[in-house]
């Protein structure tokens, strides 16, 4: 009998949390239901957080800091993301974006 493969504590991690479709969703198409956040998403974008994924790795007091020192903005972008089952600040190892830009004429 062959001994079982082992694993770095990073591929058990990653291996047993579901991979959340929306973390490749890019930020202008996550927010458009959301008019108020529309222009803190072209800023996430016009910072490279292009993607959900890029922006649930950045903090509570970052996401303020580029809604123009609104939190009740950044709130309601945190609580959206809540509601996909994500959160500010957090690791995601192993993510990385979807191969692909945003189109180019969607940031203009």
Do not use: Y
Request: some cysteine; overall charge negative.
């Amino acid at each position: 009998m062959a001994a079982p493969a082992l694993l770095d504590d990073a591929d058990l991690i990653w291996s047993h949390e579901p991979h959340n479709p929306v973390l490749d969703q890019d930020i202008l198409s996550f927010c458009v239901r959301s008019p108020h956040l529309v222009e803190l998403a072209f800023t996430l974008a016009d910072h490279g957080h292009t993607h959900v994924g890029h922006v649930v790795r950045l903090t509570e007091f970052t996401l303020t800091d580029l809604a123009n020192g609104d939190p009740s903005l950044a709130r309601d972008l945190q609580l959206r993301l809540q509601k996909c089952g994500l959160d500010t600040g957090m690791a995601l190892e192993g993510w990385t974006a979807p191969s692909g830009e945003v189109a180019a004429e969607a940031l203009d």
